[in-house]
T-cell receptor, first 114, second 111 residues
Framework: GAGVSQTPSNKVTEKGKYVELRCDPISGHTALYWYRQSLGQGPEFLIY????????DSGLPNDRFFAVRPEGSVSTLKIQRTERGDSAVYLC????????????FGEGSRLTVL | GENVEQHPSTLSVQEGDSAVIKCTYS??????FPWYKQELGKRPQLIIDIRSNVGEKKDQRIAVTLNKTAKHFSLHITETQPEDSAVYFCAASRSYQKVTFGTGTKLQVIP
């Protein structure tokens, strides 16, 4: 596609529910990142994939958060037993290759946990 | 891990004046420093970046300077215009891997 696509754009769920957020990166981009952005804050790193493997998952806050990228393209961020503190905009970004720096961000998925 | 601090958190300037945003980083191995602009309700977009083998880079009205010894880098915007109003984020990365962002500076350009 022309840009990074994220779905859903908005998700409202109840505390304790399971949520999946999807990211479709720019075609051919090898690296994919997930960030979380709370109001008035900078993007907080969660996880970064190079190809199919998680190259760095040091930002995942706890074991309720998990992300996959099984075929090296689309990625899904999975949140179990959601808590109100998980409410934020979840941003996905892709990068063309290991030797380029620019991140191309999606519009984000706004998650609200009631 | 890397820690990036950014100041000021808010900045108001008159149209036509210059704006400067400063960042410091903690990991001396970081070698790539991008700046992103995020307009209200929009996605962050890269506006300029600098690599550690360069001390300064300029692109029209924006410039970035890097001081590796002090581990700080700055964004300079000259002749500010209302459309420069946005939140600006600095970031640091080691070899284009994990990218750590600062907390952001909300710039308001007053016409």
């Amino acid at each position: 596609g022309a840009g990074v696509s994220q779905t859903p754009s908005n998700k409202v769920t109840e505390k304790g529910k399971y949520v999946e957020l999807r990211c479709d990166p720019i075609s051919g981009h090898t690296a994919l990142y997930w960030y979380r952005q709370s109001l008035g804050q900078g993007p907080e790193f969660l996880i970064y994939f190079q190809g199919t493997g998680a190259a760095d998952d040091s930002g995942l806050p706890n074991d309720r958060f998990f992300a996959v990228r099984p075929e090296g393209s689309v990625s899904t961020l999975k949140i179990q037993r959601t808590e109100r503190g998980d409410s934020a905009v979840y941003l996905c970004a892709s990068r063309a290759s290991p030797n380029t720096g620019e991140l191309f961000f999606g519009e984000g998925s706004r998650l609200t946990v009631l | 891990g890397e820690n990036v601090e950014q100041h000021p958190s808010t900045l108001s300037v008159q149209e036509g004046d210059s704006a400067v945003i400063k960042c410091t980083y903690s990991d001396s191995a970081s070698n790539y420093f991008p700046w992103y602009k995020q307009e209200l309700g929009k996605r962050p977009q890269l506006i300029i970046d600098i690599r550690s083998n360069v001390g300064e880079k300029k692109d029209q009205r924006i410039a970035v300077t890097l001081n590796k010894t002090a581990k700080h880098f700055s964004l300079h915007i000259t002749e500010t215009q209302p459309e420069d109003s946005a939140v600006y984020f600095c970031a640091a990365s080691r070899s284009y891997q994990k990218v750590t962002f600062g907390t952001g500076t909300k710039l308001q350009v007053i016409p």
